[in-house]
Nanobody, 125 residues
Framework: QVQLAESGGGLVQAGGSLRLSCVAS????????MGWFRQAPGKEREFVAA????????DYADSVKGRFTISRHNANNTVHLQMNGLKLEDTAVYYC??????????????????WGQGTLVTVSS
């Protein structure tokens, strides 16, 4: 089982950009579907983006499609979320997650097996 550590959150003005990173421990990173979820205050955790083991398949929530890009680098056990055109409603704690058993399509609905501690993204007007 991997352990995950996110970084890159912070305060940004609406329309700005941030790049989140997630570093995973373990030797089998390339065997995991990776993804990002977020949780805004008072709301449930929601799917943002996911990427397959080889980067061949990606999936995005409709609310971020065209603005966010997920990528991974198996050689150094990292997954990134590039966030452009940030909106006030993107304010949330962003969680990196991994799944060994589920597909990209499944994690969107059923979530991840393992989560990081989260990183806060605050978008101001």
């Amino acid at each position: 089982q991997v352990q995950l550590a996110e970084s890159g959150g912070g305060l940004v003005q609406a329309g700005g950009s941030l790049r989140l990173s997630c570093v995973a421990s373990g030797r089998t990173f390339s065997s995991y579907v990776m993804g990002w979820f977020r949780q805004a205050p008072g709301k449930e955790r929601e799917f943002v983006a996911a990427i397959s083991e080889s980067s061949a398949v990606t999936d995005y929530a409709d609310s971020v499609k065209g603005r966010f890009t997920i990528s991974r680098h198996n050689a150094n056990n990292t997954v990134h979320l590039q966030m452009n055109g940030l909106k006030l409603e993107d304010t949330a704690v962003y969680y990196c997650g991994s799944s060994y058993r589920r597909s990209v399509a499944t994690v969107r609905i059923r979530g991840m097996d393992t989560w990081g501690q989260g990183t806060l993204v605050t978008v101001s007007s």
